[in-house]
């Protein structure tokens, strides 16, 4: 082999290289991955839907605190059926304990509600 010859051969497979891969790399098309985030219809359907609340509470013998528990849970359940970890009024670590754990126990009903509907589908 001619030694001045030698680069265009190497100029020549590099530029075939180079071209074959654009062809390639254009061609390939993947579809866009799924967010995995509740789309705004979604969090907007959580954020009005209706919420079963229980019959019974923890607290059926103070219709004050029966109240603030039944609307807690109605938020948690509303954050639940999102899904993921969007926070509908979620109380603060000072609110009352009537509070806390009637939004705990409505995100856990939502969480529920939310992968019946899903495996459901």
Do not use: H
């Not at 590099?14 to 891969?21: D, N």
């Not at 062809?23 to 789309?39: E, G, I, M, N, R």
């Amino acid at each position: 082999m001619n030694p001045n010859r030698w680069p265009e051969a190497v100029r020549g497979s590099i530029t075939a290289f180079c071209f074959s891969l654009l062809v390639f790399l254009t061609a390939c098309q993947s579809d866009q991955p799924a967010s995995p985030y509740p789309s705004t219809e979604g969090l907007a359907a959580a954020r009005e839907a209706q919420v079963q609340t229980p019959a019974s509470t923890p607290y059926d013998d103070s219709p004050q605190q029966r109240q603030v528990y039944l609307e807690a849970y109605a938020d948690g359940y509303r954050s639940g059926l999102t899904g993921m970890n969007i926070l509908f009024r979620k109380p603060n670590d000072a609110a009352s304990t009537v509070r806390i754990r009637g939004w705990r126990d409505g995100a856990d009903a939502g969480l529920k509600e939310y992968f019946f509907r899903k495996n459901k589908r």
